[in-house]
């Protein structure tokens, strides 16, 4: 579709839902129709929830349409991705055709295919902390909350994913007296709560808290996530995106150090491991069994990443049961061995281990530990002190405290500084640094783990790789990271991010695959022109790890999910974001002729606070102008700039002669 095409159909839709809100729209006038073999969506003055903002719609138009600051993604995206790939949608005028059905009703509410009205509640007040109350109608879906307004013009909406409820609590009771103080508080796992007053006459706060306890927390009912319900459909699949052994070829691998063996293809090896795994080719299957006996869960050292030219090696696995007697095993330390043996380029070996080094000593009590240095032999242990999951999750509890509802603008930057949770960004970033560093200067190989080698393994191996590898800088190879290193060596995204669970103090709760997406974020920041994808990708991965909408990040281990049937049965969340590509590119990528590792700078200096994230509920936060309007422009300068480049580059091949000066492997980042 062209740009003035496009720009025309935005336009027909938005003069239509402004007429529908006034009431002043016909059948004789407009109708909506449904492309052949798509599910119809309404358009009378809102979007139809789904997933990221798309083109049709960019998410500070629909802020400013409806008036709201707290337009959730979720609403924005799915008015733009009914326009094509989802629930698509066409106005087009009615002379000389068949007449069509009318245009839903202002009560109905856009519903995605599979998506059901469970609750409706008229009367409703919602309180928000910057607008202030605003009258309307609440719904409740086996997916959202939607709220729209009857007081304003246009109207007020609200859609929100009722994954991202954390805790719902009653406000106010039988006796309670004054405007707004009986009803509903939800508190959301993307930081803000939402709060609903209701008219206690009207007894419509009960039905509105059941089917809130039952869709909000379906695994806590015994009933399936909504994913499971979600009929969209997606020309691209999502889940074809990784492959495990393209990946390990494209890497080089299995060569004459390294084989890839199919030893946990019933997960009886290490239920949280995937089922393909590459190991030293000197390994035995006997070997590798002895060796998951004395780590922990079973979860051996695996390769991660081999860098192409020196052979050094990025491993990771959990921590050896030493205990507090010292335990040793000859087949534990044989295995390093091999790892060591494979990397021609050097003699020793590091061990990054993720916790502080008294942590990495209690866990001795547990029977847990570390490596010893006079054990392993050529081995050198550093730790990197990044703290424990209850540490992050307090960390993130503050931080929220400052940035919702309001800002202390006297003591904004000490309120930051007493959450520690920059501090914390900065360590993840700075371990990260020193693995890519010791791979890619030193030409090491290093083996990473925690304590079971889940959670800060996998926030390490992550950013090093993306150091490493512009290919994981890549969407496509950022998807596939996140499938290697998170999804297929069992991150327990159920249990930290609590999908569907109604358990909201569980200490097993934690922002961990949050602070690596943050960590990313702060490398975008200093590399600009190194990331093909933009911050609009990143926000919508975190929006979707809480939304249930899609499959990719339910369960914590691949076991889990095959049992489940994820990829048969629900869709991935790369099937949208490869459907909706124009939507998640950075204009200022640049592809490089040459592999490049980027080291960031691990100063305070240089880390921010995500405020595009943390702090988007806030109208005071949000950009003048719009950010995917600006990227759209950039985009469409870039390919001119392109086609130019290219032709110089033709010129300059027919006039060169010389020999072509070979860059630098390692670019610094941007100084701002």
């Known amino acids: 579709m062209s740009a003035a095409s496009?720009?025309?159909?935005?336009?027909?839709?938005i003069d239509y839902e402004e007429k529908t809100s006034r009431g002043g729209a016909s059948p004789d006038e407009l109708s909506i129709h449904t492309e052949t073999g798509k599910t119809s969506t309404s358009v009378d003055s809102g979007p139809s929830p789904s997933g990221t903002p798309r083109s049709t719609y960019s998410e500070h138009d629909l802020a400013q349409r409806s008036d709201s600051p707290e337009m959730s993604l979720d609403l924005q995206s799915s008015i733009s991705a009914s326009s094509e790939n989802i629930a698509s949608t066409e106005i087009k005028s009615t002379q000389g055709e068949e007449p069509e059905p009318p245009p839903r009703k202002m009560d109905d509410?856009?519903?995605?295919?599979?998506?059901?009205?469970?609750?409706?509640?008229?009367?409703?007040?919602?309180?928000?902390?910057?607008?202030?109350?605003?009258?309307?109608t609440l719904s409740v879906t086996n997916y959202k909350l939607f709220f729209r307004s009857i007081d304003r013009e246009?109207?007020?909406?609200?859609?929100?994913?009722l994954g991202v409820v954390t805790r719902i609590e009653k406000v106010g009771g039988?006796?309670?007296r004054g405007e707004n103080s009986y009803g509903i508080e939800l508190f959301c796992k993307d930081m803000r709560n939402l709060r609903f007053a209701h008219k206690q006459e009207n007894h419509s706060r009960r039905i509105v808290c059941e089917k809130l306890q039952i869709f909000a927390f379906p695994a806590s009912h015994k009933l399936l996530y909504f994913a499971f319900h979600n009929e969209e459909v997606y020309s691209e699949n999502g889940w074809t995106t990784y492959d495990p052994i393209a990946e390990y070829k494209r890497q080089g691998l299995p060569n004459e150090c390294w084989r890839i063996t199919r030893i946990n293809e019933s997960y009886e090896l290490a239920d949280t491991y995937p089922a393909i795994l590459c190991v030293p080719s000197g390994a035995s299957d006997d070997d590798i069994q002895q060796v998951a006996h004395f780590r922990s869960r079973g979860r051996i050292?695996?390769?991660s990443w081999i860098h192409p030219e020196s052979h050094a090696t990025i491993t990771r696995c959990a921590q050896p049961l030493v205990g507090v007697g010292g335990k040793r095993s000859k087949d534990d330390e044989k295995y390093v061995q091999m790892i060591l043996d494979s990397n021609p380029q050097s003699h020793k070996l590091c061990i990054m281990d993720a916790r502080p080094n008294v942590n990495a000593v209690a866990n001795k009590a547990k029977g847990g530990g570390y490596e010893s240095e006079d054990d392993y032999q050529n081995a050198e242990v550093i730790f990197l002190d990044i703290h424990n999951i209850h540490v992050m999750r307090e960390s993130l509890r503050k931080l929220k405290e400052i940035c919702f509802p309001s800002i202390d603008d006297s003591h904004w930057l000490s309120n930051i500084e007493s959450t520690h949770w920059l501090e914390h960004i900065?360590?993840?970033?700075a371990g990260a640094k020193k693995i890519a560093d010791k791979v890619e200067s030193h030409k090491m190989s290093v083996i990473v783990h925690c304590s079971d080698g889940w959670d800060r393994t996998a926030q390490l191996t992550g950013l090093s790789l993306i150091m490493l590898d512009p290919y994981y800088r890549t969407i496509k190879g950022f998807e596939v990271l996140v499938e290697k290193e998170w999804l297929s060596f069992g991150h327990k995204f159920a249990q930290r991010v609590g999908h569907g669970d109604d358990k909201h103090s569980d200490p097993d709760r934690s922002p961990v695959f949050l602070q690596f997406?943050?960590?990313v974020w702060q490398l975008t920041r200093q590399f600009p022109n190194a990331f093909e994808f933009n911050e609009n990708f990143l926000i919508t991965i975190l929006d979707h790890l809480y939304s249930c909408l899609f499959g990719t990040f339910l369960y914590n281990t691949e076991q889990q999910r095959v049992k489940e049937c994820v990829k048969t049965k629900t869709k991935s969340l790369w099937s949208f974001i490869n459907n909706n590509l124009d939507d998640f590119v950075n204009p200022p990528y640049t592809t490089y002729l040459h592999q490049h590792v980027i080291i960031p700078v691990c100063s305070m200096r240089q880390i921010e606070l995500w405020t595009a994230y943390y702090v988007r509920w806030n109208p005071r936060m949000a950009p003048q102008e719009p950010v995917d309007l600006q990227n759209r422009a950039l985009m469409h300068f870039k390919r001119q700039l392109q086609r130019r480049v290219e032709e110089l580059q033709r010129e300059l091949a027919a006039k060169n002669t010389g020999g072509i000066q070979t860059p630098p492997r390692v670019s610094s980042p941007v100084q701002t």
């Open 6 to 13: 496009e720009d025309r159909r935005n336009q027909e839709i």
């Open 109 to 136: 509410i856009p519903l995605l295919a599979g998506e059901q009205l469970q609750a409706r509640a008229r009367d409703v007040t919602y309180l928000c902390p910057y607008t202030g109350p605003s009258r309307g």
């Open 154 to 161: 246009p109207p007020f909406i609200l859609a929100v994913p």
């Open 174 to 176: 039988a006796t309670s």
């Open 301 to 303: 050292p695996v390769i």
């Open 426 to 429: 900065k360590c993840i970033i």
């Open 517 to 519: 997406i943050d960590c």
